[in-house]
């Protein structure tokens, strides 16, 4: 009767290690894997975003610091909007023409907010003395959280509470209603000059806001 032959697999794999993964186990690992990025661009930023983003089922996700610039030409009509101060005072679009402005969507649990809001404080001490606005568009807090917020930071210039959503809405051809933060600079007439996916970094938008400082008034 012959000797059975061994196994191919016994021939290849030295003794003590386990076998191979089957064909089915292998490409299931390989989908694991692949998974895996998406993953970790849709979660929050940290736990504290996390928990804020999960409390009332919105899940605001950070931008990727893409830059989108409008020429003159480009640029529709002057945005509008109205809404109201954390101090209660009405603001409308309006408001702003006249002079370049800067508008920033976020939150205090944001992260990338924390990252940039030092930066944006900053860049309106520097252009403050030439006209320029800022205003901070808050989608999620209370008063008291965001005024926490700016305390912490140092932020001086105005925001708006946007809970109820009417700002980001009428801004909706320019913000993306998740993308938070997002930066937007408007030219003297109010038009959408450029705008920032994510962390504005300071020398993009310091360079953004010089480019409609010099255009004709």
Excluded at 22 to 38: D, E, H, K, T
Excluded at 50 to 56: E, L, R, S, T, V
Excluded at 95 to 110: I, K, Q, T
Aim: glycine share 10%; net charge negative.
């Amino acid at each position: 009767m012959p000797t059975p032959r061994p196994h191919r697999e016994a021939l290849r794999r030295p003794p003590g290690l386990p076998p191979r993964p089957g064909r089915r186990q292998f490409l299931a690992g390989l989908v694991g894997v692949a998974s895996l990025p998406l993953l970790a661009a849709c979660g929050a930023d940290d736990p504290l975003a996390a928990q804020a983003g999960n409390a009332d089922g919105k899940n605001y996700i950070a931008g990727d610091g893409s830059v989108m610039e409008l020429g003159p030409a480009e640029r529709g009509e002057p945005v509008q909007f109205s809404s109201a101060l954390f101090s209660g005072e009405p603001i409308t679009a309006q408001d702003l023409a006249g002079e370049p402005a800067v508008l920033n969507f976020w939150y205090a649990a944001c992260a990338p907010c924390r990252v940039e809001a030092p930066d944006l404080q900053a860049l309106h001490e520097q252009f403050e003395p030439e006209g320029v606005r800022f205003l901070g568009i808050n989608v999620r807090d209370t008063i008291a959280t965001a005024q926490a917020f700016e305390r912490n930071f140092g932020i001086t210039y105005p925001s708006v509470e946007d809970r109820g959503g009417q700002v980001l809405l009428a801004m909706t051809d320019y913000v993306p209603p998740q993308a938070v933060p997002t930066t937007i600079v408007l030219d003297r007439q109010g038009r959408v000059s450029a705008r920032i996916l994510g962390i504005a970094e300071p020398s993009t938008l310091r360079t953004l806001i010089t480019t409609v400082l010099d255009e004709q008034a």
